[in-house]
């Protein structure tokens, strides 16, 4: 075995160590996210370096954080109905190791936080892909981290995140009129609209929601494809909540 073992098999020792998986199946648990993964190098072929390093920290960071969770479902459904006592003591684990990686980052649990960031170099992506002739990788990119659920990408915008992050540069965008440019533009304009919207009620959710919905149409038209592809939720948002038409009509 090498001296010097990957994150990724390290933790798997350790979750191996902890609840007494398989190091195989731990292994496959601590992956980090192949969508932000491939943001960042995206973002980072762009020049955006710091936008890059720290979207691949926040990658590993719920990485690690997502196998220890997974490794306490896996010992539960294993041993639920056979040993109780090695679920509870495995969940007691887990859960302690899970939220100390995230308390390490600066993170706090149960929160949209982590994912704000990503949505956060999404944005920075958009901004860049608006200012280039055709920026589809970079939009493509960021369209893949969006998440399918729209109730959930509705609170993830309008999280802030650990540190404050302004998506107020989105006023000033100006590049190309190519179709992918203008379209970038909008993507990333609706986004920044969409973050100011409060949490007073489901009348703010509904109206992030929407502005999501017209976020992520113009993400896919700036990536080359159809409007709201495969993005069967945001289709049924689009025609039964908002008429067809998007909110600022851009």
């Given at each position: 075995m090498p001296k010097r073992q990957s994150r990724a098999?390290?933790?798997?020792?350790?979750?191996?160590?902890?609840?007494g998986l398989r190091y195989t199946d731990a292994l496959k648990m601590c992956a980090p996210a192949r969508s932000w993964i491939v943001l960042a190098d995206e973002l980072?072929?762009?020049?955006?370096?710091?936008?890059?390093?720290?979207?691949?920290?926040?990658?590993?960071?719920?990485?690690?954080?997502?196998?220890?969770?997974?490794?306490?479902?896996?010992?539960?459904?294993?041993?639920?109905?056979?040993?109780?006592a090695k679920v509870r003591r495995a969940n007691a684990v887990c859960w302690d190791a899970a939220e100390a990686s995230l308390h390490r980052a600066g993170?706090?649990?149960?929160?949209?936080?982590?994912?704000?960031?990503?949505?956060?170099?999404?944005?920075?992506?958009?901004?860049?892909?608006?200012?280039?002739?055709?920026?589809?990788?970079?939009?493509?990119?960021?369209?893949?981290?969006?998440?399918?659920?729209l109730l959930w990408c509705s609170d993830v915008i309008r999280t802030s995140g650990r540190a404050p992050f302004t998506y107020e540069?989105?006023?000033?965008?100006?590049?190309?009129?190519?179709?992918?440019?203008?379209?970038?533009?909008?993507?990333?304009?609706?986004?920044?609209?969409?973050?100011?919207?409060?949490?007073?009620?489901?009348?703010?959710?509904?109206?992030?929601?929407?502005?999501?919905v017209e976020a992520v149409w113009y993400m896919s038209v700036a990536a080359g494809l159809p409007p709201l592809h495969n993005r069967r939720g945001y289709q049924e948002f689009y025609s039964f909540y908002m008429d067809g038409s998007l909110p600022t009509k851009s």
């Open positions: 098999a390290n933790l798997a020792r350790q979750i191996q160590d902890a609840t980072r072929a762009a020049g955006l370096f710091t936008t890059a390093t720290s979207l691949t920290s926040v990658a590993y960071i719920c990485a690690e954080a997502g196998a220890w969770y997974e490794a306490c479902g896996a010992i539960e459904n294993a041993y639920y109905n056979t040993d109780y993170f706090e649990t149960h929160s949209f936080d982590t994912d704000a960031e990503v949505y956060h170099a999404a944005f920075i992506a958009l901004s860049k892909a608006g200012t280039v002739h055709d920026g589809r990788p970079l939009a493509r990119a960021a369209l893949n981290v969006i998440s399918p659920d540069t989105a006023t000033s965008l100006s590049g190309p009129e190519t179709h992918v440019a203008v379209a970038a533009r909008h993507a990333a304009r609706a986004m920044a609209t969409a973050s100011a919207v409060g949490f007073s009620g489901d009348e703010e959710w509904h109206e992030a929601a929407a502005l999501m």
